[in-house]
């Protein structure tokens, strides 16, 4: 099924331990980004990409790296996790060419819950 | 820079009460887009809506009706007649265009609505 695609679904991580986490989208999406999520905080930006080649940083950059070498894929890099780090991370892609269309919107992955401890 | 205010953390209603959850909107861009999106208990996010600042038509989808006012910085969503389905977190976001923004949606920090039957 088309879609963004994030794995592992969970993941339990020790302090200052390396992951990535992976983000992959097979609707030829432009822009992609990770957000994560926590308790009352809603959703905060980490990182995007508004193409292959291209990152920025977002509200909370702090603590994670990211890279886009290809359309399909946005891997988020935890280079030494810290239990601040626990949260669910969403990936999210979009195609603004289509933001004039009724149905424009982000289409979201089912999250990545990671716990640092 | 652009911001979403939430205010309601949660809501409780009863089962086919009308429901109305707020959002406000902080932009210095004359284009911009709104959205609504459920995450209901089983964690995903789904897109609701997406309304563009050119756009001031409220939409009506079934139970659901959203209420876009420039004036207020408002864009508010009414579900009528409320079912137990209906539970879940709800985000309101905003994305500017890219004159100096990115598309690239800021979120509220959700309104987490419980229906009782």
């Known amino acids: 099924n088309a879609g963004v695609t994030q794995t592992p679904k969970f993941q339990v991580l020790k302090t200052g331990q390396s992951m990535t986490l992976q983000c992959a989208q097979d609707?030829?999406?432009?822009?992609m980004s990770w957000y994560r999520q926590d308790p009352g905080m809603g959703l905060r930006l980490i990182h995007y990409?508004?193409?292959?080649?291209?990152?920025d940083q977002g509200e909370v950059p702090n603590g994670y790296n990211v890279s886009r070498s290809t359309t399909e894929d946005f891997p988020l890099r935890l280079l030494s996790a810290a239990p601040s780090q626990t949260s669910v991370y969403f990936c999210?892609?979009?195609?603004?060419?289509?933001?004039?269309?009724?149905?424009?919107?982000?289409?979201f992955g089912s999250g990545t819950r990671l716990t640092v401890v | 820079a652009q911001k979403v205010t939430q205010a309601q953390t949660e809501i409780s209603v009863v089962e086919k009460e009308d429901v109305t959850l707020d959002c406000v909107y902080e932009?210095?861009?004359?284009?911009?887009?709104l959205f609504w999106y459920k995450q209901p208990p089983s964690g995903e996010l789904v897109f609701l809506i997406r309304?563009?600042?050119?756009?001031?038509q409220n939409e009506i989808s079934g139970r659901y009706s959203w209420n876009f006012q420039k004036s207020t910085s408002s864009f508010n969503f009414t579900i009528t007649a409320s079912q137990v389905v209906d539970s879940a977190v709800y985000f309101c976001?905003?994305?500017?265009?890219?004159?100096?923004?990115?598309?690239?949606?800021?979120f509220g920090r959700g309104t987490s609505l419980i229906v009782h039957p």
């Open positions: 976001a905003l994305s500017e265009a890219p004159t100096g923004g990115s598309y690239i949606p800021t």
């Open positions: 309304r563009n600042s050119f756009d001031e």
């Open positions: 609707m030829n999406h432009e822009y």
């Open positions: 999210a892609s979009s195609q603004p060419r289509d933001r004039d269309r009724a149905n424009y919107g982000y289409t």
């Open positions: 990409s508004v193409g292959a080649g291209i990152t």
């Open positions: 932009t210095r861009d004359t284009t911009y887009y």
